[in-house]
């Protein structure tokens, strides 16, 4: 059991209010709050070690350059990485799925195939569309069942010979769904493909052991797991990323530079051309120490206890429809009021305080399969509580009465 009380006293905006009302906040899959201690680490680095890291003498570079290569380290831990230089920073989840994409465009050829799913997020479909494109190759769409599951006899059926990569999400932004990711990548290591898997949406819900996956790649934001925006992590084996050519030049990324040839630094400052986001790095260690001190097992336990309870209220509510049943799912809840717009509840809820997202959330295609504009989502966090369910429900249920 965890204290949700005390967790959400370590949350500075959780303390305000919204429009006369305390602030709900359940758009976690969006991007999540921060708690004080990542804001103090945040603090501290640009009060007492901001300076530029790496190749410095002097001592606040060389302060600023231990703490980042501590979050480094941390990452490695977190994942079960087995080297520290398998860790590259990058922006987000959206930069590291580029990278990739973009390395491995060379490689790509005419009629080869990449194998992705219905239930991507925008960010890993497009870099493939966009490869595709320049490259012939073939996009091949693993399809979703009526409960929002993947379709594994479909996507046995669409692997062959001629597939290079197959791209997935672990857990699905738009419906919560948790894909059984192991027996993809299994399949698709019999087949000799590579394997990236944007994790975005799972790393503040589940356990991942790259190691254990035996993934390729695999991808996640800083600002899910209650860390600071503008920092996330591509995990990739040592051996493909030594192989993979540069995504972008620059300082750090290089050896020696002369006027007839550059040389590459190795792993992982190849892949880190630019100064890095040094404050964000290190609020990234400090939120995934915070989550580890709570146990991402009671984490899970916790929100799973709230998924249960929302949907239980929220199905007594005329009109209510589900979208994403899946056995397996983190707390998201999608979902719509029948002859309503989304935007139009959303709007309402706003006005009691309580924050939830509307629209496609970024995977149009999930729209399309059901034939709907987009949905209501409401999204758990390990701060969330019965409470913020209840004032969900009391506020949809208002919508509900107020829109018919």
């Not at 919204?18 to 501290?44: M, R």
């Not at 989550?291 to 206890?305: K, P, R, T, V, Y």
Request: charged share 20%; proline share 4%; glycine share 8%.
């Amino acid at each position: 059991m965890i204290d949700v009380d005390k967790i959400r006293s370590e949350f500075p905006i959780l303390q305000q209010k919204i429009y006369g009302s305390n602030i709900v906040y359940l758009d976690n899959a969006a991007t999540t709050q921060k708690p004080k201690g990542v804001i103090d680490a945040v603090t501290n680095y640009y009060t007492n070690q901001n300076s530029n890291i790496h190749r410095g003498v002097h001592y606040l570079s060389q302060l600023a350059t231990d703490s980042y290569e501590e979050a480094r380290k941390c990452v490695q831990s977190h994942l079960n990485a087995k080297c520290s230089h398998e860790i590259i920073f990058t922006r987000g989840t959206t930069e590291a799925i580029n990278l990739v994409a973009s390395s491995l465009k060379s490689s790509i050829k005419k009629d080869d195939e990449i194998i992705i799913s219905t239930l991507e997020h925008h960010s890993n479909i497009v870099p493939w569309q966009m490869i595709c494109e320049s490259t012939g190759a073939k996009l091949k769409v693993i399809p979703i069942t009526a409960d929002g599951s993947l379709d594994i006899e479909a996507y046995k059926n669409l692997i062959s010979s001629k597939t290079k990569i197959v791209a997935v999400t672990h857990v699905s932004n738009a419906l919560g769904s948790i894909n059984p990711i192991k027996s993809i990548i299994t399949l698709a290591k019999k087949n000799n493909s590579l394997v990236l898997v944007d994790g975005a949406q799972a790393a503040p819900h589940l356990k991942v052991d790259v190691q254990d996956l035996d993934v390729d790649f695999y991808c996640i934001s800083g600002h899910k797991v209650y860390a600071p925006t503008g920092v996330g992590v591509l995990y990739g084996k040592e051996i493909l990323l030594n192989n993979l050519p540069p995504y972008q030049g620059g300082g750090e990324m290089i050896s020696s530079v002369t006027f007839e040839k550059t040389t590459y630094a190795p792993l992982p400052h190849k892949f880190e051309a630019g100064t890095p986001n040094i404050a964000g790095g290190i609020g990234l260690k400090t939120a995934i120490d915070w989550i580890n001190n709570i146990g991402l097992d009671n984490i899970a336990q916790h929100e799973e206890s709230l998924l249960k309870y929302a949907t239980n209220k929220l199905k007594n509510i005329s009109g209510f429809k589900l979208y994403g049943e899946s056995k397996e799912k983190t707390a998201v809840i999608s979902f719509l009021i029948e002859g309503i717009h989304p935007y139009d509840v959303g709007v309402i809820l706003d006005k009691m305080g309580v924050a939830v997202r509307t629209g496609h959330h970024c995977a149009q295609p999930i729209m399309d399969n059901y034939c709907i504009p987009g949905t209501i989502r409401a999204s758990f966090g390990v701060y969330n509580n019965k409470e913020d369910v209840d004032r969900l429900v009391d506020g949809v249920f208002k919508a509900e009465k107020m829109l018919r």
